[in-house]
């Protein structure tokens, strides 16, 4: 079946320093989303990609999805103690199957 | 409040009992979906649907697990004979689809229901 995993697990920054994770599937998706889940509570969508080599950004967070469209990248620039919480990409299959698979979570933690 | 609820959001259990969740999605949504996270995982996906209709269930899922969405508003969530591997968050979240085979849009997760099984 789908597979969906991210890297690093945990990532402990310093606050200002920038963050990434990295989202890789183990098939071609037709499009990939992102959540965050704060300590405690539930995921809340941060954005979607459909296009190959997309880029968005919302202010200080750049979301990138791959030319094969099998990976995907969050970037947070500068960081601050709210962007605590854990980030979670989720993968729909090529064919439609309006099923997400999340992947397995990057741990943001911040030093003030 | 015009979010995804649900209902309880704490249930501890014996091990061999039934339980029962519910889920009240935002009034306007026509997808319906439950979710299992455990500690540290991502949520899992357990099943879906689009309005009353159970369009896809995980293979992951058995028979002791059972949804409904009998007139396409709120879901409910049985599982028979609990274990103790049955502990977890059951989420469910809720979004727009205009079409079956579109692609899936953001969808708006509630608080969850945490499950301790003794």
């Known amino acids: 079946g789908q597979q969906v995993m991210q890297i690093p697990q945990y990532q402990h920054v310093q606050e200002g320093e920038d963050f990434t994770t990295y989202c890789n599937s183990s098939?071609?998706?037709?499009?990939i989303q992102w959540y965050k889940q704060r300590p405690g509570g539930h995921p809340v969508f941060l954005i979607q990609l459909v296009k190959s080599g997309e880029v968005k950004k919302q202010k200080r967070l750049t979301f990138q999805f791959g030319e094969a469209k099998k990976n995907s990248s969050l970037h947070i620039t500068a960081t601050q103690t709210t962007d605590v919480g854990t980030y979670f990409c989720?993968?729909?299959?090529?064919?439609?199957?309006?099923?997400?698979?999340f992947g397995t979570g990057t741990r943001l933690t911040i030093i003030p | 409040d015009t979010g995804v609820s649900q209902d309880p959001r704490h249930k501890i259990t014996k091990r061999g009992q039934n339980v029962t969740f519910r889920c009240d999605p935002i009034s306007e949504h026509n997808r319906l979906y439950w979710y299992r996270q455990t500690l540290g995982q991502g949520p899992e996906f357990l099943t879906y649907f689009q309005n009353e209709a159970q369009l896809e269930k995980s293979r992951l899922l058995s028979d002791r697990f059972s949804a409904e969405r009998p007139k396409g508003s709120f879901s409910t969530l049985e599982i028979q004979h609990t274990e103790q591997g049955d502990s977890a968050m059951y989420l469910c979240?809720?979004?727009?689809?205009?079409?079956?085979?579109?692609?899936?849009?953001?969808?708006?997760f509630g608080p969850g229901t945490r499950l301790t099984v003794t």
């Open positions: 989720a993968g729909e299959a090529n064919f439609g199957n309006e099923k997400l698979t």
């Open positions: 979240a809720s979004s727009w689809g205009q079409k079956r085979s579109s692609i899936t849009s953001e969808q708006y």
């Open positions: 098939t071609t998706l037709s499009n």
